[in-house]
């Protein structure tokens, strides 16, 4: 006998949590698609070639072999490990098919072949939205995109706090301090970790990189501009006066430009919900504009819990055409998991029945079929209880699930249609017509 044991990773509700994410995912969807978006669904396994358009993934990878096969070490196809590059390989793929700009949402699991942690998986749900273009991609998208995010978390019922940056901020200005052109990305990445290691840990690993003190200065001052857009634009300003006059400042321009107008789109946003901070950096090295990190004030512990950006080559890397795209992503797994161990989402409901028809005794089968079939036909989940037996044996069965109404056929006749219900909540019991049950 095969002992049954948890795989470490891999997460698997309950059923009551289950119907949360159920739940969870469906106001996802709801949203993406008042925005136009398209459900789209990808294959869970990619090329290793397709996935390294990302960059540097060999220790997420999950390999696909065949479990007769002879022992493999350059594989062809993986897992995919999130569903923006996949999504990039659709769109090169299916070009001449689609009408551009194409928005698409994906909600699916992705695999990381990386050590499990405290709510970090190597299987979970993510939910994407993105956008591509031909060419050029209207400013708007990228406001758009935590407009929707906003949204998500308001009809969820949780405070979210979105924060915007701008790469072309972080390189025009990096540039500006004179930190030399092939360290970029090795200095962005650094800064990266700001929140997780601290100024001191920044500043010695950009010191081991070869910058100087004064250079390190200013890209950690740059790191501290958080707040509402005016303020931080007018603090980066400042910042501005120490750099060299000589430095090329266009992508710099640029970037405040592109923040200036997503600020002025979202103004209905709530200042708390809504951050721009210039600490934020995304280590990916594919994002080429702007950027986003979502935390729960509610949850610190989290981190980000949504992120991404604005992405001018990743499609590119597809198809020999500019495809622009701009997206962001929930994790949603890891979320779920956090709020069910703090006891913020819980649920009595094991099942989506509302109600419980009991079955009294075998002649009434019929019965409880004819009720059943009228309430499953007005879209109510209904159940039949499995076998006739004692009622308070029913009602039990039903409290233990969290179905919150009983039915008891006694009464029903075609031609009457009269049924009692009982509320499991209260204890209250009437007799009604059925037609009672499907109004509003």
């Known amino acids: 006998m095969i002992k049954p044991t948890p795989i470490s990773g891999f997460p698997e509700w309950l059923p009551a949590q289950r119907l949360i994410e159920q739940r969870y995912i469906d106001t996802i969807r709801r949203v993406y698609e008042l925005y136009g978006y398209t459900s789209l669904e990808t294959p869970a396994v990619e090329r290793v070639s397709v996935l390294e358009a990302k960059g540097e993934v060999d220790k997420e990878i999950y390999g696909i072999g065949r479990l007769q096969g002879e022992a493999q070490q350059d594989w062809e196809m993986a897992l995919h490990f999130d569903l923006t590059v996949p999504f990039a390989r659709y769109v090169g793929q299916n070009y001449g098919s689609l009408h551009l700009p194409f928005k698409r949402y994906q909600i699916q699991k992705v695999w990381r072949g990386e050590r499990p942690q405290e709510g970090r998986f190597r299987e979970f749900y993510q939910a994407d939205i993105d956008v591509i273009a031909e060419d050029s991609l209207p400013l ?221 005794e075998p002649s009434m089968r019929p019965a409880c079929l004819q009720i059943a079939r009228y309430l499953r036909q007005h879209n109510i989940p209904t159940e039949i209880y499995h076998e006739p037996q004692a009622l308070k044996k029913q009602v039990r069965y039903a409290d233990r699930r969290g179905i919150p109404q009983v039915i008891f056929p006694h009464q029903w006749t075609p031609e009457e249609q009269m049924i009692e219900v009982k509320s499991l909540a209260d204890g209250t019991q009437q007799t009604v017509h059925i037609s009672s049950l499907t109004q509003d």
């Open 140 to 360: 708007h998208f990228d406001a758009e995109m935590p407009a929707i995010i906003h949204e998500v978390f308001q009809r969820l019922g949780i405070r979210a706090q979105i924060r915007i940056n701008n790469r072309k901020i972080l390189k025009g200005y990096y540039s500006a301090c004179q930190v030399p052109e092939e360290q970029l990305i090795a200095v962005l990445r650094e800064a990266d970790k700001l929140e997780k290691i601290g100024e001191d840990g920044v500043k010695a690993s950009l010191l081991k990189l070869g910058l100087q003190e004064d250079i390190i200065g200013k890209c950690l001052a740059l790191s501290k501009l958080k707040g509402n857009c005016l303020s931080v634009l007018q603090r980066l300003s400042e910042l501005k006066t120490d750099l060299p006059t000589d430095s090329n400042s266009q992508m710099l321009e640029q970037g405040i430009s592109e923040l200036e107008f997503i600020a002025k789109e979202l103004d209905y946003i709530p200042e708390e919900n809504l951050i721009f901070d210039l600490g934020i950096v995304r280590g990916l090295d594919y994002y080429t504009g702007t950027i986003y990190e979502t935390t729960l004030p509610d949850y610190p512990i989290l981190g980000s819990i949504c992120s991404g950006g604005r992405y001018d080559n990743l499609a590119s890397e597809f198809i020999n055409r500019k495809l622009p795209g701009v997206g962001i992503s929930i994790g949603l797994s890891r979320l779920l998991s956090h709020l069910f161990k703090c006891g913020a989402e819980s649920s009595t409901r094991q099942c989506p029945t509302e109600y419980l028809i009991t079955w009294p």
